[in-house]
């Protein structure tokens, strides 16, 4: 019985090659080992493997070749580095801080930007600016600098007790006739309109408010309000001038706390409190002839007026004192408020 062949393909190289093999046949053996042989004597070129095999050995050696020293033997191509993220520290061993300057600048800018519009919101919001006046300067010194100054007239703030408004200057007159006949005080304004009455003063509204009660009991009608006669619209005047006033204004807010409280039952007004103020009379009275001179005529007129009416005021507060008649302080106020007419008149002249 003839044994079973038995049939092997190979590709090689995309070449099929197909080898018959029997177990029994000598010759089929020898053409199956000349093909094993042709197999192997095939020039053909293989295709190359990668080298997928780790050396252990050899990275332990540079793992313990790289934890040795560095010594710089002037062939190494790169010189060791600083480990990561670590800086370097400073020479002293401190860290200093670095200043901010940044912060600083900022800072200093808003302040100049908050100070400038403060200033032109005030400016805004209240229509004034400071009234800076600027001395040449020809002998190299430093310029100075000063707002008002003695070169204007005082400002004169009092709290008026009103009794009336006309129209027409005859029918006022009639009216302040009729109240100091009665014994009280009353005067009218100049070059206003209308014409207002003034019945009584004081230096703030708690002082013209006792004025103001006092007129009850004769049934005339009061109204209070606040009174100013701004002085610093005068500029320009001799120096002498605008002293002898600024003197008088004070004199005349002392004159008239001292007639109100009087009025009021007060114990301010004592005979040591009247020297004082003989004293600063006379001063005036002495130093206005000098002064009144270097007005003009028409504005000299009303300035012996304000001098005259202060010296009355001041006599009649002394008046009081010996006969403890309460007449002379209408009195006294009747003058005060005269004084307070002929100012505005000097200041409405000189402007």
């Not at 046949?25 to 095939?42: F, Q």
């Not at 252990?56 to 540079?62: A, C, T, V, Y």
């Not at 560095?70 to 060791?80: A, I, N």
């Not at 009665?182 to 019945?199: E, R, S």
Request: aromatic letters at 8%; glycine letters at 8%.
């Amino acid at each position: 019985m003839e044994k079973e062949k038995q049939t092997i393909s190979v590709r090689l190289n995309g070449i099929k090659q197909t080898i018959n093999e029997s177990n029994s046949d000598p010759k089929s053996k020898d053409e199956v080992g000349a093909t094993r042989e042709h197999v192997v004597e095939d020039d053909t070129e293989l295709i190359p493997q990668p080298d997928n095999i780790i050396d252990f050995g050899k990275r332990q050696e540079e793992r313990i070749q790289n934890g040795q020293p560095y010594w710089d033997d002037g062939f190494s191509e790169k010189s060791p580095k600083l480990p990561f993220k670590r800086k370097k520290k400073p020479h002293n061993g401190v860290n200093r801080p670095k200043f901010p300057v940044m912060l600083v600048v900022a800072l200093f800018s808003a302040v100049v930007v908050g100070l400038s519009l403060g200033f032109m919101v005030l400016t805004v919001f209240t229509g004034n600016t400071p009234n800076v006046v600027v001395e040449e300067n020809t002998t190299g010194a430093i310029p100075t600098f000063s707002e008002g100054g003695v070169e204007s007239f005082p400002v004169l703030s009092l709290e008026v007790v009103q009794g009336g408004a006309f129209s027409d200057l005859a029918k006022g007159e009639e009216i302040v006739a009729q109240l100091k006949e009665q014994g009280v005080a009353g005067t009218l304004t100049k070059g206003t309109d209308p014409i207002y009455m003034f019945i009584g003063a004081g230096g703030d509204r708690a002082q013209a408010n006792k004025i103001a009660t006092l007129y009850d009991s004769y049934g005339q009608d009061t109204y209070l309000k606040s009174y100013q006669v701004d002085g610093q619209v005068v500029t320009g005047q001799a120096e002498p001038v605008t002293a002898w006033f600024t003197k008088a204004i004070s004199h005349y807010k002392e004159l008239l706390q001292l007639s109100v409280d009087g009025l009021g039952g007060g114990s301010l007004l004592t005979s040591e409190r009247l020297a004082q103020l003989e004293q600063s009379t006379d001063s005036l009275q002495a130093e206005r002839d000098q002064a009144f001179t270097q007005l003009p005529q028409e504005a000299q007129v009303h300035a012996l007026a304000v001098g005259d009416n202060l010296v009355l005021a001041g006599d009649k507060l002394s008046a009081y004192v010996e006969t403890m008649d309460e007449k002379t302080l209408w009195e006294s106020q009747q003058a005060l408020l005269d004084a307070l007419v002929e100012y505005e008149q000097v200041v409405q002249v000189l402007q």
